[in-house]
């Protein structure tokens, strides 16, 4: 037993903590630029959001995929059926998704069909966009 309160106390005096270590949360300023890109340049929310009867946006289902609400105006060109859910980016890394909206692709994954455009944002752009999404 005085062995381990040794080790809690060597640990302690060399500032190592047994959580992991977390990013810093984004600033509210950043959340809030992205969720202006996402709503109202970059326009995430119109195909990643469900519509009802009137062709609105469901406002409580926000960001939570949807099926694409247009048809492809190209002749023989198929677009993805569906947009996927983002709201809190499951499944996805913030470096994915950065690469995604920075580069057009994640780099381990195939890139998203049309009509997701193969965005070239600046990378401070993609990452609010990213903090905003995780807070949804």
């Not at 994954?109 to 009509?115: D, G, Y």
Request: aromatic residues 6%.
């Amino acid at each position: 037993m005085a062995s381990g309160v040794g080790i809690v106390l060597l640990v302690t005096a060399l500032g190592v903590s047994a959580q992991t270590p977390q990013s810093p949360a984004p600033s509210s300023d950043s959340v809030a630029r992205g969720a202006y890109l996402a709503t109202h340049v970059a326009m995430c929310v119109q195909c990643h959001s469900p519509r009802n009867e009137k062709n609105d946006i469901i406002e409580s289902l926000r960001f939570t995929g949807a099926a694409i609400p247009f048809r492809s105006p190209y002749r023989n060109t198929e677009w993805a059926p569906l947009a996927p859910n983002i709201r809190g980016l499951p499944g996805f890394t913030d470096e994915q998704i950065v690469a995604l909206l920075t580069e057009g692709h994640t780099g381990d994954r195939p890139a998203p069909r049309r009509p997701m455009p193969p965005f070239r944002m600046a990378p401070d752009d993609a990452r609010a966009i990213v903090a905003f999404l995780r807070t949804q």
